[in-house]
């Protein structure tokens, strides 16, 4: 089951590392928190032009070999769906560099022409992959219908409490990344305190967030837990350094219990932001 090597198809990223590091919700304290980030030897950094941190993540990375870092961004501006380009721009200075860019959300009206102008992105080379964010199944399939870039990855809530076994399927079976966001479910008792977890924490010697965040690797996923305390953080990528069996993995697999923790895309938008981005997609398709 180990996937060290994920081939990301006709992206110029030729493979992803087995974790990430999420920076949502820290600023200032990511300074201190990304070097130890990456001197445990993680390589991908997740942060958004809507988490107001880029610019932290920025100056943490300054100082480092940062060719050899994978830095991810996202567009999460829908009311500046006209100045794309600009938002892009924005990130990019902020950062220094983007090697991978997302779009955050399947924005009602919206989404399919931001993709394209993601594509644009590619194919001029600013950047090395593009993705997606909380597409479902239905999503995938359009996008994947008119699509001249297809998505390296598709980041969503995905942890042992809600497994989204049928867009994970659909993602696999076509060559799409896996990155689960929330991995530890926001270290919910029902996750963390379960007899499952807790005897697989012993049997291995190691944390209920190494095994949560292994069962990721194993099913082939890319999880990106955020801390801003060093002891997390080095705890957190210790779970590269074992394996579990399938049969553990699938007693793991036994959590499910359908528990959201974060925005269902399907609720996420009001009637009226709908609406507002209706406005936008034609204002785009007219283009003014």
């Not at 030729?14 to 600023?27: C, D, M, N």
């Not at 990019?92 to 997302?102: E, F, H, N, P």
Request: include cysteine.
């Amino acid at each position: 089951m180990d996937k060290e090597n994920r081939d990301c198809g006709e992206k110029r990223i030729s493979a992803l590392p087995q974790i990430g590091f999420g920076t949502y919700p820290h600023k200032e304290a990511l300074l201190e928190a990304i070097p130890v980030v990456i001197s445990c030897g993680c390589t991908l950094l997740d942060t958004s032009d809507n988490y107001d941190n880029e610019e932290w993540v920025g100056k943490a990375i300054a100082s480092a070999k940062r060719d050899e870092l994978i830095i991810c961004s996202k567009f999460s501006q829908p009311y500046r769906a006209l100045e794309f380009n600009k938002c892009f721009e924005e990130s990019l200075a902020k950062l220094g560099k983007i090697d991978m860019y997302l779009l955050h959300w399947p924005y009602p009206h919206l989404w399919k022409k931001l993709w394209v102008m993601m594509e644009e992105l590619y194919l001029a080379g600013k950047v090395s992959a593009i993705g997606v964010c909380n597409f479902d199944v239905t999503n995938l399939k359009e996008l994947l219908s008119f699509c001249r870039v297809k998505p390296c990855v598709n980041q969503l809530e995905c942890h042992p409490l809600f497994q989204q076994k049928e867009i994970t399927d659909y993602c696999r079976e076509n060559d799409i990344c896996v990155m689960s966001y929330s991995p530890l479910a926001r270290m919910n008792d029902a996750l963390m305190e379960s007899d499952v977890i807790k005897e697989l924490s012993g049997k291995y010697g190691v944390s209920a967030s190494q095994i949560v965040l292994r069962w990721d690797i194993e099913h082939g996923f890319i999880p990106i837990p955020a801390s801003a305390k060093e002891k997390h953080i080095v705890d957190n990528m210790g779970c590269l350094n074992f394996s579990l069996a399938e049969d553990e993995v699938a007693k793991i697999d036994g959590l499910e219990e359908g528990l959201r923790i974060r925005f269902d895309p399907k609720t996420r938008f009001t009637s009226r932001e709908k609406r507002k981005f209706l406005i936008r997609r034609i204002r785009l398709a007219i283009g003014i």
